[in-house]
């Protein structure tokens, strides 16, 4: 097939193009902004100040997205990828946090910290770019059997997302005495709650049985918009923040100052990034499989250098490190939309709400019940493809690939069923061994090797590629 005509290459018009970005957009929103509503909260910013981090967040989303989708020179995946801040980053950066203020007590300065976070993403954007031919280079050590284990574990793991979306938020805001406070939602898991998420989650599934063509692969953003319009009439979606929000937002390069490098924190981030690589790897392999479009090495050093440039635009432009997001993997199986010119656009219209902090409100006011409906599908697509990977596999003649599904999707779920399992390991380990993806991927890897050696994950990998070339025949 040439490659003007694959799949992942498509061009839409403009009338189908931007509503299956915004489709994109609101799916992974609430995701995209949650780490600087966390950071923010954590450093005690002004209103104002986690204002101006939330636009960053969004400006750098949209760049770290064109630059994966689109690509450049030597740079990019070129599959539909959304890029957003990775929550592996988080516990470092809280860390950080909590020992800058045990350090200074009362003379506590947020800008300081951040200005060492910064420093820290940068010099972490730049370690990935360096390792990423060294990593792609392992692209041998994921046959379907491996494969196939780490998208399942990446669908179940997601999982948890979607369910706590429909349950609704863990925390809201209240005024007390003229004031903002952040507290527990006393209405978490109420059933009006539930009621929406399955409202749009029945409109997701008649919308893509009884819809064709163009209607059906926007089943997701017509069922959210559905489901928000109920909401505000329900009195569950709130568009005060929305008139109070500014048009106009201004944000530019290290808008906090220079940043800071110190040793132990880019060390700490560097952890974090072959964290991100290993788990974008999965999600590569998981779009290559969706898209039809198969990637090599030289593929996969694109992608990952994609993450180290993202995480470098995210250094400069006073946010965090970034990594492709989940949620739209999932997205791209249900809707069956597998054009990477989709998601550039979605990157578009993130650059514009950083922008334009009213729209970015409004889309951030949609109440995430109404996500979770939209979530559990998503999500359980991306499990989906994992075992439909796994279901060609070699089972019968080879019972010790039982054995490598079975312990490495088992490991992968020691982080969901029993998250306190690793308390008593080293705190530096934490972002490795809270990772469902990255157990699965550790152990299913060397477990491979143990049972089928190198030589068998190639000739694994060469029977699935023939077995698909014969059916697509």
Request: glycine share 12%.
């Amino acid at each position: 097939m040439p490659k003007s005509f694959e799949p992942a290459d498509q061009i839409f018009g403009p009338h189908k193009l931007i509503p299956l970005a915004i489709q994109h957009v609101l799916v992974m929103y609430a995701g995209a902004v949650a780490v600087p509503l966390i950071i923010s909260g954590a450093l005690g910013l002004t209103p104002e100040l986690r204002a101006l981090l939330i636009n960053a967040d969004l400006l750098a989303c949209g760049l770290a997205t064109i630059v994966q989708s689109a690509g450049f020179p030597g740079v990019g995946i070129r599959l539909p990828v959304m890029m957003g801040v990775t929550f592996a980053s988080v516990a470092p950066m809280l860390a950080m946090i909590n020992a800058a203020k045990a350090a200074a007590g009362a003379s506590f300065t947020p800008t300081e910290v951040l200005l060492t976070i910064y420093g820290a993403v940068i010099a972490a954007g730049i370690f990935a770019i360096v390792i990423a031919p060294f990593v792609s280079r392992l692209l041998a050590l994921f046959p379907p059997l491996v494969t196939g284990s780490i998208i399942t574990i990446i669908g179940v793991s997601l999982m948890r997302i979607g369910v706590g979306w429909a349950e609704g938020p863990f925390t809201v805001v209240q005024i007390v005495d003229g004031a903002a406070k952040v507290i527990p939602n006393p209405n978490r898991d109420a059933l009006d709650g539930f009621a929406l998420a399955l409202f749009v989650l029945i409109l997701i599934l008649a919308i893509t049985k009884w819809a064709r063509g163009f209607i059906q692969n926007v089943a997701v953003l017509l069922a959210i918009v559905a489901g928000a319009t109920l909401a505000y009439y329900l009195g569950k979606m709130n568009l005060a923040s929305v008139h109070n929000a500014p048009w106009l937002g201004v944000v530019y390069p290290f808008q906090f100052g220079i940043p800071q490098f110190h040793l132990v924190p880019i060390l700490t981030m560097c952890i974090v990034m072959i964290v991100v690589m290993i788990e974008s790897t999965g999600m590569f392999l998981a779009l290559s499989e969706m898209t039809g479009k198969k990637i090599g090495p030289s593929d996969l050093t694109r992608g990952l250098r994609g993450d180290g440039i993202g995480t470098i635009i995210g250094g400069i432009f006073n946010t965090f490190p970034y990594t492709s997001f989940s949620q739209n993997v999932g997205l791209v199986g249900v809707t069956g939309v597998r054009s990477r010119w989709v998601t550039a656009t979605g990157g578009v219209i993130l650059i514009a709400l950083g922008f334009i902090p009213k729209l970015a409100t409004l889309v951030g006011a949609v109440p995430v019940e109404v996500l979770g409906g939209a979530g559990i599908v998503m999500f359980g697509m991306v499990a989906a493809t994992g075992i439909r990977i796994l279901g060609g596999v070699n089972f019968k003649d080879n019972r010790n690939n039982l054995f490598v599904v079975a312990i490495s999707i088992g490991f992968g779920l020691i982080p969901l069923v029993a998250p306190t399992f690793f308390k008593n390991f080293p705190a530096d380990l934490k972002p490795l061994l809270d990772s469902g993806i990255i157990l699965t991927t550790i152990s299913a890897v060397i477990l491979n090797l143990y049972f089928n050696g190198l030589k068998g994950s190639g000739e694994a990998a060469e029977d699935a590629r023939l077995a698909a070339s014969a059916a697509e025949a």
